[in-house]
């Protein structure tokens, strides 16, 4: 008994940690699940006209008689000719004339049409002609003359003429649909395209980081890494206003000044683009994973096959890239799924280049399809599947390690292979800097491309001011009121993430309940499935759930906070659980023996030992929060909006300098963000006696552990 008493609070507390997880992850991304087989819809002709009949069954005879009579002698002209349109397809024939034409032009190629038919069709119409015409415009009053005769669901049917369904109508649709065929074929091109060249460029760099064939690797390593704390669509941005029809390239340099191209015909719009942004965006995650697998490899292998007289592509061939393999499987798979639910990108850049996860924002924001919208979702994960397993396939009997981990190569490469990798590498830290370097610029010029004049307007709320109504310029998207919001729900959700991330990695790795293991996959769910699908899941679990309005909380700050809290946990679980298997769980019991109970043990003694991975589950959910796109750009609202929408929709619309200043804004922000974060940590290092210079303190990048995991 008092066994039970004492384990007690860590069962409340599973229990409430794991209804967390379920009420927030597990039933949003379920219901997108079983929202994608609703194909709920208005009811079919042939339906709708045999629902109409049995309701119109159960009339007296005399008072249905009647009522059909007055019914079809009140019809109006418009009534008439869609009844009979209606009546047609009713009795197995096709209009023959144009349905689109103004209504007394159609009255008079039906009576033409009619007077044409045979007997027997001709009697086939106008029998079908009454139940056509009531099913349209008199459903409603039919309804509640037999309400007391119909069951709730059946009145609800016959009233909206729309019935609850469920199949693979959504799933059938992204194949049987030319253009949500040609948007699947578009994603997976895309996805492939970008795989090739994201994770070939980020391997040659990483081999050259960390075997000796790239200058002032630190240096390089820094700068690679600086779109980590961007908004996802700032290099979408920054590459339109380098290379657009007003690029800075394209048409000031190029058109302008040497006149050698027209930016008209010379630009970077279409599939092109879109690989160039996806490389330039994908490239900092791809380079943590490789380099992480990378440092992990034993340089005396190499030392040693050179020894032995193997060359340079012999080594490369034989030792490094199979010891490589299972990292490049992990880029190759991060890289796709990345495409694949990138839409922002493509957005501004592909214009007549659709792809599947446009189709989803388009899908929500334009339509409210929800139901097309979550198959399509649950679509973009087949692809990304097939490929892992198919990539599992390879290689899955041998093993890729090696007996002393990270202990680096000494050997040189030559000089030919050093100056190419440092140029490689030189390249995209160029444009990366060009890339904060034309935001900046952007955000203090008057009009991208066609007025170079100075000016701070695009920091104001009243943006460029008077006169410039009509052109896009003078918006009320001016200031940066979007950025402190975003900092605002950021600031929100960041502690209390982080907390509850901590309190979550301490259930399931110190009071390991029975379900311990599914409370720590509960929490993954959100890093293993695109962030899309998160979004959607919200709207469809959070709009009035259980039917009840007053629970709804779309349109709210709070289910942004809450979306962005639970959909970064994963960062801060990872970071404690790792932490807390390498902390002797003898100074937990003393302190339970000491009569600590199991809150005060948390904070007190395990909280404590555990701030390096609080900071890290702390920061990633404020980086994230400022500069995450596509979850939340489906729960902003009109009261609620954020920077990196904003952002979105200013460079959707060419507003290059409001997206540029706003931009500025978070980086900025971000920047010191990150500053407070590494003193803090640095400070709690020393005080824990770890050293400025330690290897382990060397090792730690707050912003990169994040994302390697």
């Known amino acids: 008994m008092s066994s039970i008493i004492r384990r007690l609070p860590g069962i409340v507390a599973a229990s409430l940690v794991s209804l967390l997880l379920l009420v927030f992850i597990v039933v949003p991304v379920g219901l997108v699940l079983i929202k994608s087989f609703d194909n709920s819809g208005p009811l079919p002709h042939w339906r709708l006209a045999a629902i109409t009949q049995e309701a119109l069954d159960l009339l007296p005879e005399a008072d249905r008689t009647a009522s059909i009579e007055r019914w079809v002698r009140e019809s109006t002209l418009s009534e008439r000719v869609k009844a009979t349109a209606v009546a047609y397809e009713l009795a197995g024939f096709e209009p023959t004339w144009n349905t689109a034409d103004p209504f007394e032009h159609q009255q008079v190629a039906i009576d033409t049409a009619l007077a044409a038919l045979p007997g027997a069709e001709r009697q086939a119409v106008d029998v079908a002609f009454p139940i056509a015409h009531i099913m349209l415009h008199k459903r409603i009053a039919l309804a509640f003359a037999v309400r007391d005769k119909l069951s709730t669901d059946d009145f609800g049917r016959l009233r909206a003429a729309t019935d609850e369904r469920y199949g693979l109508a959504n799933y059938v649709a992204v194949i049987a649909d030319s253009y949500l065929r040609k948007a699947a074929v578009n994603s997976v091109t895309l996805a492939l395209i970008s795989v090739l060249t994201t994770v070939s460029i980020a391997y040659a760099i990483v081999y050259g980081l960390n075997r000796g064939g790239i200058a002032n690797p630190t240096l390089t390593r820094n700068i690679l890494l600086l779109p980590l704390v961007a908004p996802p669509i700032l290099v979408a941005t920054a590459t339109t206003m380098l290379f657009g029809r007003r690029g800075l390239v394209t048409y000031t340099l190029f058109e302008q000044t040497l006149g050698i191209s027209s930016a008209d015909t ?60 299972p990292g490049l499987k992990r880029a190759v798979v991060l890289v796709f799924i990345q495409s694949l639910t990138d839409f922002g990108n493509p957005m501004i850049l592909g214009r007549d280049t659709p792809v599947l996860a446009g189709v989803i924002y388009n899908e929500i924001t334009g339509f409210q399809n929800t139901p097309l919208a979550s198959a399509i979702c649950l679509w973009l994960i087949v692809p990304s599947l097939l490929l892992y397993l198919a990539l599992e396939q390879f290689g899955r009997r041998k093993r890729y390690v090696s007996n002393d981990a990270g202990t680096p190569a000494e050997h040189k490469q030559p000089l030919a292979v050093r100056v190419g990798l440092t140029g490689l590498a030189g390249f995209f830290c160029v444009l990366i800097v060009a890339i904060y370097l034309v935001m900046t610029l952007g955000s203090v010029t008057r009009i991208w491309g066609v007025d170079w004049t100075f000016t701070l307007a695009y920091f104001s709320p009243e943006g460029l001011g008077a006169g410039m109504e009509g052109t896009g310029y003078g918006s009320r998207d001016g200031g940066l ?61 959070f709009n009035a759930p259980f039917g009840i ?19 970064n946990l994963y960062v801060g679980v990872l970071a404690a659980r790792a932490a807390l298997q390498r902390i002797d769980q003898s100074v937990d019991e003393a302190a339970e023996s000491l009569g600590a109970g199991m809150i005060r043990r948390f904070w007190e003694v395990t909280l404590p030992m555990l701030r390096i991975a609080a900071l890290l589950g702390v920061l990633y959910v404020f980086i994230d929060g400022l500069t995450t796109l596509s979850s939340i750009i489906f729960l902003v609202s009109g009261s609620t909006d954020l920077a990196s929408v904003a952002i979105f929709n200013a460079a959707s619309s060419s507003n290059y ?53």
């Open 266 to 325: 010379f630009n970077v719009y279409g599939p092109l683009g879109i690989v160039i942004a996806q490389t330039l965006s994908f490239l900092p995650t791809t380079l943590i994973v490789l380099d992480n697998a990378m440092r992990r490899q034993d340089g005396r292998l190499e030392e040693a096959a050179l020894m032995l007289g193997a060359g340079r592509l012999a080594l490369f061939r034989n030792i490094t890239l199979p010891l490589s393999w």
């Open 481 to 541: 009121g979007e950025v402190w919001n975003s900092v605002r729900v950021a600031a929100i959700a960041a502690p209390i993430g982080g907390l509850l991330a901590l309190a979550i990695g301490y259930v399931a790795e110190r009071l390991k309940p029975p379900l311990g293991d599914i409370i720590g996959f509960q929490a993954l769910i959100p890093a293993i499935l695109p962030g899309i699908i998160f979004g959607v899941g919200y709207i469809i679990a």
């Open 549 to 567: 309005k007053q629970l709804s909380l779309t349109g709210t700050e709070a289910i942004i906070v809450i979306n962005i809290m639970f959909g």
């Open 657 to 709: 300098g409001y997206a540029a200043a706003k931009s500025v804004g978070l980086l900025v922000v971000s920047a010191l963000a990150m500053a407070i974060v590494v003193w803090v940590e640095r400070s709690t290092r020393r005080a824990q006696g770890l050293g400025s210079g330690s290897k382990q303190q060397q090792q730690l990048s707050v912003v990169g552990a994040g994302a390697t995991f």
